[in-house]
């Protein structure tokens, strides 16, 4: 990760997140990152120059651009996940600030589920916290490949090398016990901005890249091409014209992978077999569709599918199961334990869930898999769950797309956990 990107070559769409202890300028550095890009309006500065001043800040607070719920304003913390959009001149980029206190761990865990890169910062005066340790384990339990460690507020520690460099060891440390294989490190001001997009004068000692640097240089997670065609179907289509059926589709989002019309496809689980006839979109036709594209499926065949079933390519099918060994991260204030109900979703296949066992629970302040009768809130634990009913089940780490699921409470529909599915038992 630290080449430098020719300027104009396309690097395509990156989705980061920030995360880390609280107060450790996790807003500040993406409004810093923001400003410097200069990808701000111009009557979003005006108001942020009045809200700043109404709220007795010196200079401009630039936490104000991604702090955006009320609540966070006044408790002066990050709660919600707030996203951003912006571009360089080298790719496009999805921001997420995630909440530092414990007890939003969950939110965290939802930002990271699609990321390519994690900036865990720390405080140089506070060295490394159970929040560092704690975000730095969520990240690489949900595959993120990239975790930069952003050492903020070396402004505050005199600039010190020295301690960077102790910052560095204690996280290197934590990073052989959780089995990380690479953490980039960089120093920063995100109030000053020494160190996000410009070097500044502060940190000559520093030969590696900036912040901006890392992230355009940083690979995507998954490049999509080396993906299998996955088609989760929505709905079945069957448009009338002149009173007579016109042909009937399957209506869905390619979650992975691409498809060109003659291909040859398989039906989940059942098995069935066809070939692509047709690719529609709205009313035109497409040779081929590819990930994130919302598209009908023309088959040669009539074959009996439906909303839940899923549509592959015939290589690298994923597994049929009705059990699965998964890492779950329990949101729900009622606790779980072995017995328990749900209803679980995976695509756009439902079907009831039982919590079989719990194999251990993460302890983050010790990084050590402890064992546990029942899971609360923002418990992250190794769960075999038995399904009622068939599922196509990828490995997290191969797809993310098919291999994610969420458990939901079956008297309210809420939703009580998100999984990640470890081996299609």
Known sequence: MDQVIPPGQDRGLLRFITCGSVDD??????????FDCKVILADALDTLERVSLKRGAGTM?????????????DQGITIDVAYRYFATGTRKYILGDTPGHEQ???????????????????????????????????????????????VNKMDLAGWSRDRFEAIRADCLTFA????????????ISALLGDGVVERGGHLGWHRGPTLLETLEAAPLALE?????????????????????????????????????????????????????KAIRLGEASLPAAHRGQSVTL????????????????????????????ATLCWFSETPAGPGSRYRLKVGTRETRATLEGIRSRLDLATLAAVPAGQLAMNDIAEVRLGLQAPIAADRFGANPATGAFILMDERDNATVAAGMIRDPA
């Open 224 to 276: 999509d091409r080396d993906l299998p065609f996955r088609f989760p179907v929505q709905w079945v289509c069957r448009p009338r014209q002149g009173g007579q059926r016109d042909f009937r589709g399957y209506a869905g989002r390619v979650a992975s992978g691409e498809i060109q019309v003659g291909a040859e496809i398989t039906v989940l689980p059942a098995g069935l077999v066809s070939r692509v």
């Open 104 to 150: 939003y761990t969950r939110n965290m865990v939802t930002a990271a589920s699609t990321a390519d890169l994690a900036i865990i910062l720390v405080d140089a005066r506070k060295g490394v916290q159970t929040q560092t340790r704690r975000h730095a384990a969520l990240a690489h339990l949900l595959g993120v490949p990239n975790l930069v460690v952003a």
């Open 298 to 325: 023309v088959l040669e065949d009539e074959l009996d599918i439906g909303r839940g079933d899923l549509l592959a390519g015939r290589s690298g099918l994923p597994a049929i199961v009705r059990k699965v060994d």
């Open 176 to 187: 052989r016990e959780l089995d990380i294989p690479y953490l980039a490190f960089i120093p």
């Open 61 to 73: 607070d630039l936490s104000l651009l991604t702090d955006g719920l009320q609540a966070e304003r």
């Open 25 to 34: 300028g996790k807003s500040t550095l993406i409004g810093r990152l923001l």
